[in-house]
């Protein structure tokens, strides 16, 4: 079994930045993407960025050139650094893990979820 904690969400004023984090633990024999999703009231789940294993990244075209995805394998935490925030930013933030587990089965993650309200 595979756990993910996210932190670092808040409430930052439009131009702020936020740095949020998604650390991986359990079961884990290795991570393929590591993937940032967010939801706004009433909208559906939208992916924003992806970063895979070898450190290619994908950004939504909403988050380029404002959003930073990496990674550091050897904690199993992926970080979203969030800068020129604007208030279409608000919305709830989750990570996503893709692996296998230490005995083989392959898992596909999910983390509880971290608030990022951006005021205007």
């Known amino acids: 079994q595979v756990q993910l904690v996210e932190s670092g969400g808040g409430l930052v004023q439009a131009g702020g930045s936020l740095r949020l984090s998604c650390a991986a633990s359990?079961?884990?024999?290795?991570?393929?993407?590591m993937d940032w999703y967010h939801q706004a009231p009433g909208k559906q789940r939208e992916l924003v960025s992806v970063i895979t294993s070898g450190g290619s990244t994908y950004y939504a075209d909403s988050v380029k050139g404002r959003f930073t995805i990496s990674r550091d394998n050897a904690k199993n935490t992926v970080y979203l650094q969030m800068n020129s925030l604007k208030p279409e930013d608000t919305a709830v933030y989750y990570c996503?893990?893709?692996?296998?587990?230490?005995?083989?089965?392959?898992?596909?993650?999910w983390g509880q979820g971290t608030q990022v309200t951006v005021s205007s």
């Open positions: 359990g079961s884990i024999f290795s991570i393929n993407a």
């Open positions: 996503n893990v893709k692996g296998r587990g230490s005995t083989g089965f392959v898992y596909d993650a």
